[in-house]
């Protein structure tokens, strides 16, 4: 289920809470507990929710009443997963500061958690109305059916609909709730309804949601309905085992169960759909507290350990996110995913060896799945290991049960492996192939026609492919410069230079787009800008090939480079790598 994050923001108060780490007025705090609250404020700008939950708890004990220190002292506490130390919190700040929010829904999940629906709804009825009602009226249906109550569940869930505010994505989302209260019932025909209008279509639809309605169609004896919605949902995708387990499942007869069955496991749910939405936007420490309190509720909520990874990763939180993975047990469906991003995660901290080593464990471990040995090649690409990465991409293609046009992808990966391996024999007709399956697909046209301009090769086709690619990705600096450069290989230095400082303009920082743009410009006679744009060529820290040649440019001059080069029989090959990329 997509989602806008407008949505969002008004429908549970994001704004409000977000507040609470960021932008608001710093409380009147007692002296000796400045220091921790600033060490906590700027635990809050690195992301680090432990640090912040450390930190303003010990602001807090200088002043235990502070409204504002309470508020902030909760959410990072729950962002930090110290959900119980976080509720005796929640009770004081309703005393303090009655109708919070945040108090309200820490309050609620602890009474759903302990199965007291009526404090649940006693939580929630105190929250005004305009302090973002989606989240609590979705838990508060869910309270409905914690006392036994369907019927008061689905009618708050059609008064939930009948906010005419509430847009597209806020009707899908209820409806998915409504669909997975009806199959906690029983009523999987009402639960097929509601979750045909959860989602635009099952390509978008995400696992869980299609997880749900197969179940439910299945229960019903509509296996073929539900394997063929499967069947959909992996077309789209380079593969997906837990999805391929229930599509076997189903055909063997086996019945799933309903995806939620419990209320807490219905308000986990909902905590875990909010925090994907916020998962990416600027109030990622609001989606880590949702994520947690998923878990507080359904500690067995795979999903929501993931997430809470993929969070604290975003927040370069890097220990932190390997800890969440090393949570998800290694028995479980979504144990090779956790595997995945565990070994990604220790790429990025710098743990190169120890990240390759636990990848060729997870594809060891799982040596039928494509996306295990699709992540292999593509963290050992990244790291510029293009044999083994070609290897990797090998063993990923040859797994593919029939070649799809959504797998354009694996051909373009490992055409790069190949060409950047110098095995061009073998990379062009990956990257045809990729074209075969997706025609127009920008970054493979970028791809193959700016690496046949370097190799002097099918100029008028690859410019040709350059400008389609152009059309598509107009603000995408890597493809302009591939244009302009071939405009410049072709001797259009004047179309070629204004190509290449609109490159420069949407990737200014880029070493090689900036030498690009300084040979044309040193071409059209303009030769004090060109040495400028070397010059920042050089300040972006350019390969060393690169960098020599850039210097040598800086000491002679452009015509003396090229007729060195011309004279040695070895004209250079600029910027091969990154210019080609493509965003």
Known sequence: MDCCFSFVTRAVGVSAIALLLAGAPRPGIAEPAVGAYLAAEQAVRNGDAAGAAEYYARALAGDPSDKTLLERTILAKVAAGQVDTAIPLARRLEEVSPGHNLGALVLAADGLKRRKPDEVRA???????????????????????????????????????????????????????????????GNDEAAVEAFLKASDSPDTAGFRLVRSQAGALARLDRTDEARALISQRLGRTLGDDRLEDLERSIAQGDLPSPVVTSAEQGTAEAFFDLAGFLARGANRMVGL???????????????????????LRASDQYDQAIA?????????????????????????????????IAMREVAARFPRSIEAQNALGDLLRREERFDEAALAYDATIRLLPEVEPYHWVLFYQRGIAYERSKQWDLAEPDFLKALELEPDQPLVLNYLGYSWVEMGL?????????????EQRPQDGYIVDSL??????????????????RAVELMPVDPVINDHYGDALWMVGRKTEARFQWKRALSFEPEEKDLKRIRRKLEVGLDTVLAEEAASGTPAVIGATDAKNGG
């Open 324 to 356: 969440a993975y090393e949570t998800v047990p290694r028995d479980v469906p979504e144990a090779m995913q956790a595997q995945i991003g565990r070994a990604e995660t220790l790429q990025l901290s710098g743990r190169v060896e120890p990240a390759i």
């Open 289 to 311: 507290a949702y994520a947690r309190l998923a878990n507080f509720l359904d500690p067995d909520l795979i999903e929501a350990k993931l997430l809470t990874a993929q969070m």
């Open 123 to 185: 939580a929630l009825d105190a929250v005004p109305e305009d302090g973002g009602q989606f989240l609590g009226l979705l838990i508060e249906a869910w309270a409905h059916v914690a006392a036994g109550d369907t019927n008061a569940a689905r009618m708050a869930i059609t008064d939930l609909q009948a906010d005419t505010n509430l847009g597209p994505a806020g009707q899908q989302l209820a409806s998915y709730h409504l669909g997975l209260m009806e199959a906690l019932a």
């Open 458 to 470: 099918n100029f008028d086709e690859a410019q040709a492919m350059i400008e389609k690619a152009v």
């Open 484 to 501: 302009g450069w071939v405009l410049y290989r072709l001797g259009d230095f004047e179309a070629a230079s204004t190509h290449l400082e």
